[in-house]
């Protein structure tokens, strides 16, 4: 079956550096989505790798291994700001998007 | 107004009782998407529409019940729901189908179902 694994919850300290991890399975591939949801708010698009590599936008950076299904988020300089859930979705051969139940990111002074 | 908007955003009612979501979006785009959201669970996408034609139904209950009339609105009608329906209801938009693309979400209508 399609799975992606992401962990429930992190706790970061304000400043610091922080890597969201996300697997995947799926039958065929079309990129990979980072979406941040904030409490009570609507998911915003964070980033889409369809290519193997890093890509960088600001604090935040989106890296893909399609050979080991794999995505990683990371923020760097965190601010209170970014405590928020951070979803995974994966696109497969249909298109269809796969989610994670997301990763509840808290950070701390 | 810009962006996707929903209505009501919060939402209590019976299991009897009839209502709607209402889900408008200002940005031009021709599909649109109702997603369920349950608390530490993946979003689960239940109706897709693409230039106010259904797409997919993946599934949902008979008691939910969507409408397009046209690209920019989208409906989903609820009657006799069961309490495991209460969640969050998120509305999305896209330019097109093709999933590479980036999803447009409001910010959703909580349903509670006592």
Known sequence: GQNIDQPTEMTATEGAI??????????????????QQHAGEAPTFLSYNVLDGLEEKGRF???????????YLLLKELQ??????????????NYQLI????TKLIIKP | ETGVTQT?????????????????QHLGHNAMYWYKQSAKKPLELMFVYNFK??????SVPSRFSPECPNSSHLFLHLHT???????????????????????FFGEGSRLTVL
């Not at chain 1, 209170?80 to 051969?93: F, I, P, Q, W």
């Not at chain 2, 329906?85 to 999803?103: H, M, P």
Request: include cysteine; charged fraction near 15%; proline fraction near 2%.
């Open chain 1, 18 to 35: 922080v890597q969201i991890n996300c697997t995947y399975q799926t039958s065929g591939f079309n990129g990979l989505f980072w979406y």
């Open chain 1, 61 to 71: 950076s989106s890296f893909l291994s399609r050979s080991k299904g794999y995505s």
């Open chain 1, 80 to 93: 209170m700001k970014d405590s928020a859930s951070y979803l995974c979705a994966a696109s497969d051969s």
């Open chain 1, 99 to 102: 989610w994670g139940a997301g």
């Open chain 2, 8 to 24: 009501p955003r919060h939402l209590v009612m019976g299991m009897t009782n009839k209502k709607s979501l209402k889900c408008e």
């Open chain 2, 53 to 58: 034609e259904q797409t997919e139904n993946n």
């Open chain 2, 81 to 103: 729901l069961q309490p495991e329906d209460s969640a969050l209801y998120l509305c999305a938009s896209s330019q097109g189908l093709d999933y590479t693309g980036e999803l």
